[in-house]
């Protein structure tokens, strides 16, 4: 089926409540010291997430930084983000990304690692070769001044602390997709698709969109596209044709068999969307009768092999999408809790959110940040801001990236967004920015510029006033940029859509921020050889 309006994607971290165990360290300079801070996140017993801040407390911009220091036995690095880590040993090297820029006199700067084992304070560091608390070097014997625990927490912490998240497999940012169930019908788009376009090389993570929330509770989409489509040799991942007798077929075997092509490729199921989201109103009533039927479906004994997680995408708790939710603030966070308590805390939880940044919006009816500890990752659906559902206009590109003189309403853009969600709390790196490999447009046009009437949606392959990437880079190629995303005009037709290019300065954006990745909608609105996502991959690289 398709969806329709609004469409949902998120992203990022595993950041769950600051236990802050800082270590301040600082290198002598003329006008003040450099200095930085390494702050326990969180620690699951085997493994631990460790914040590092740098801070220019000189009267001068710094150029450059390097921290050395050596880790305890026992603990490791094993992936970090946003500098540049080499290690001999357990002596380790970090270094600015040259995307960061100079440190102003007075400015910040942060980046992180999850280790191996528990948190420890490091040893014997140094600041750009000066000693990390002033003066000259440490003494490579110098001891911790406070000694960390040495054995793991408890299994089940206390009712009150949200459980901690297992932290991603590897490093870097986050390049997560929506592969939609419906794409097998008339797109013709497969899960082999994902390979040969040379996508599923640089994703991270494949959200499988999706399940239907009826009655409360998670049940099947399509249980033809799922698990019964026979594939032909031609059409298969490994070019192995189904049988009829085999117990899995349809999406999720081609997907097992995209796994096992790409071991660190990861799949999430994703439940709700614009068309299904209804059942979250009931699921809200009873979260823990919700969790139990979504960890049957999920783990069922016919696919336990295929998700490693699972994405909700509840447009909207306690406002209104294609119907009105009444939950109220507190209904999204009791249903993440509840699935975070039944998956427990090696499975991956996400969640596609609003991203109306404007006041008193849908941000603002929901408890996202009392929510964000359960999840490992939040995705702002920064797109379908504007678009032919107000038939007249004015026109407006769907998904701008900053605001712009003549925008139709205020917070009504990415960074709104953004900036929003991170004032109420939501570390940066657990949001992904959103990206539409889609354009929107109108007909009956006569303005080039945005801001212009219309008398329509323009028309669409499969649906008015929407068009995929690959075919409106050829049908109506980008003329201009506004608020960091392109448009064009047609005849009488107005598109608003992103290319490589303003990809690249999303990406830019992305690391700027801070941010934990991108995400997008949807793998089949892209070309054949995977233009857009080559952009998020090289952007984000």
Same mark, same amino acid.
């Given at each position: 089926?398709?969806?329709?309006?609004?469409?949902?994607?998120?992203?990022?971290?595993?950041?769950?409540?600051?236990?802050?165990?800082?270590?301040?360290?600082?290198?002598?300079?003329?006008?003040?010291?450099?200095?930085?801070?390494?702050?326990?996140?969180? #620690?699951?017993?085997?493994?631990?997430?460790?914040?590092?801040?740098?801070?220019?407390?000189?009267?001068?911009?710094?150029?450059?930084?390097?921290?050395?220091?050596?880790?305890?036995? $026992?603990?490791?690095? @094993?992936?970090?983000?946003?500098?540049? *880590?080499?290690?001999?040993?357990?002596?380790?090297?970090?270094?600015?990304?040259?995307?960061?820029?100079?440190?102003?006199?007075?400015?910040?700067?942060?980046?992180?690692?999850?280790?191996?084992?528990?948190?420890?304070?490091?040893?014997?560091?140094?600041?750009?070769?000066?000693?990390?608390? $002033?003066?000259?070097?440490?003494?490579?014997?110098?001891?911790?001044?406070?000694?960390?625990?040495?054995?793991?927490?408890?299994?089940?912490?206390?009712?009150?602390?949200?459980?901690?998240?297992?932290?991603?497999?590897?490093?870097?940012?986050?390049?997560?997709?929506?592969?939609?169930?419906?794409?097998?019908?008339?797109?013709?788009?497969?899960?082999?698709?994902?390979?040969?376009?040379?996508?599923?090389?640089?994703?991270?993570?494949?959200?499988?969109?999706?399940?239907?929330?009826?009655?409360?509770?998670?049940?099947?989409?399509?249980?033809?596209?799922?698990?019964?489509?026979?594939?032909?040799?031609?059409?298969? *991942?490994?070019?192995?044709?189904?049988?009829?007798?085999?117990?899995?077929? %349809?999406?999720?075997?081609?997907?097992?068999?995209?796994?096992?092509?790409?071991?660190?490729?990861?799949?999430?199921?994703?439940?709700?969307?614009?068309?299904?989201?209804?059942?979250?109103?009931?699921?809200?009533?009873?979260?823990?009768?919700?969790?139990?039927?979504?960890?049957?479906?999920?783990?069922?004994?016919?696919?336990? #092999?295929?998700?490693?997680?699972?994405?909700?995408?509840?447009?909207?708790?306690?406002?209104?999408?294609?119907?009105?939710?009444?939950? %109220?603030?507190?209904?999204?966070?009791?249903?993440?809790?509840?699935?975070?308590?039944?998956?427990? @805390?090696?499975?991956?939880?996400?969640?596609?959110?609003?991203?109306?940044?404007?006041?008193?919006?849908?941000?603002?009816?929901?408890?996202?940040?009392?929510?964000?500890?359960?999840?490992?990752?939040?995705?702002?659906?920064?797109?379908?801001?504007?678009?032919?559902?107000?038939?007249?206009?004015?026109?407006?590109?769907?998904?701008?990236?900053?605001?712009?003189?003549?925008?139709?309403?205020?917070?009504?853009?990415?960074?709104?967004?953004?900036?929003?969600?991170?004032?109420?709390?939501?570390?940066?790196?657990?949001?992904?920015?959103?990206?539409?490999?889609?354009?929107?447009?109108?007909?009956?046009?006569?303005?080039?510029?945005?801001?212009?009437?219309?008398? $329509?949606?323009?028309?669409?392959?499969?649906?008015?006033?929407?068009?995929?990437?690959?075919?409106?880079?050829?049908?109506?190629?980008?003329?201009?940029?506004?608020?960091?995303?392109?448009?064009?005009?047609?005849?009488?037709?107005?598109?608003?859509?992103?290319?490589?290019?303003?990809?690249?300065?999303?990406?830019?954006?992305?690391?700027?921020? $801070?941010?934990?990745?991108?995400?997008?909608?949807?793998?089949?609105? #892209?070309?054949?050889?995977?233009?857009?996502?080559?952009?998020?991959?090289?952007?984000?690289?």
């Amino acid at each position: 089926m398709e969806r329709s309006l609004r469409r949902a994607l998120w992203a990022t971290g595993a950041v769950v409540a600051l236990a802050v165990a800082a270590v301040p360290m600082a290198t002598a300079s003329a006008a003040g010291s450099v200095t930085a801070t390494f702050a326990k996140v969180q #620690d699951w017993g085997t493994g631990h997430e460790t914040k590092v801040t740098v801070t220019n407390g000189t009267s001068a911009s710094v150029d450059t930084w390097r921290i050395e220091f050596d880790l305890p036995a $026992g603990t490791t690095i @094993s992936t970090f983000w946003d500098a540049d *880590v080499t290690s001999s040993g357990n002596h380790y090297v970090a270094v600015k990304k040259s995307w960061a820029g100079p440190l102003a006199p007075g400015a910040s700067f942060s980046w992180g690692y999850n280790g191996t084992g528990v948190y420890k304070a490091p040893l014997n560091c140094t600041v750009n070769g000066a000693s990390c608390s $002033g003066g000259t070097p440490p003494p490579t014997t110098t001891p911790p001044t406070t000694t960390p625990p040495t054995t793991a927490p408890p299994t089940t912490p206390p009712p009150t602390t949200p459980p901690p998240t297992t932290p991603p497999p590897t490093g870097g940012k986050k390049v997560v997709g929506y592969f939609a169930e419906w794409g097998v019908y008339a797109r013709n788009y497969h899960v082999k698709n994902v390979h040969t376009s040379g996508s599923a090389a640089k994703l991270t993570h494949i959200l499988y969109a999706f399940g239907n929330t009826s009655g409360g509770r998670c049940s099947i989409g399509d249980s033809y596209a799922d698990y019964d489509k026979a594939y032909t040799a031609a059409d298969s *991942v490994d070019g192995v044709a189904d049988t009829w007798d085999q117990p899995l077929r %349809g999406n999720f075997n081609q997907l097992r068999k995209l796994k096992r092509m790409y071991p660190n490729l990861k799949v999430l199921w994703s439940f709700g969307g614009w068309t299904w989201s209804a059942g979250f109103t009931q699921a809200a009533q009873n979260p823990a009768a919700f969790a139990d039927s979504c960890y049957a479906l999920v783990k069922d004994p016919r696919w336990p #092999d295929v998700f490693d997680g699972i994405d909700i995408d509840w447009e909207y708790p306690n406002a209104c999408g294609l119907q009105c939710d009444s939950s %109220g603030p507190n209904a999204f966070k009791n249903v993440v809790s509840a699935l975070r308590g039944k998956f427990g @805390s090696s499975f991956l939880i996400t969640a596609a959110i609003t991203a109306d940044g404007s006041n008193g919006g849908k941000i603002d009816a929901a408890d996202y940040a009392g929510a964000a500890p359960y999840l490992n990752w939040i995705m702002p659906m920064t797109y379908d801001y504007f678009g032919a559902w107000a038939a007249q206009g004015p026109t407006a590109p769907h998904s701008p990236l900053t605001s712009y003189t003549g925008i139709p309403q205020q917070g009504f853009w990415s960074d709104a967004a953004i900036q929003k969600l991170k004032g109420k709390g939501i570390p940066s790196d657990k949001l992904l920015l959103g990206i539409g490999f889609y354009g929107r447009g109108w007909t009956g046009v006569t303005q080039s510029a945005p801001g212009g009437t219309a008398t $329509g949606p323009a028309p669409g392959t499969y649906e008015q006033g929407i068009e995929d990437y690959k075919v409106l880079k050829n049908s109506c190629p980008a003329t201009g940029t506004v608020g960091g995303t392109a448009y064009a005009k047609c005849g009488s037709n107005w598109w608003s859509y992103d290319t490589p290019a303003t990809i690249g300065g999303k990406m830019t954006y992305v690391k700027n921020q $801070g941010l934990g990745g991108a995400f997008f909608w949807e793998l089949s609105g #892209d070309t054949s050889n995977g233009e857009l996502i080559g952009a998020i991959k090289g952007g984000l690289g």
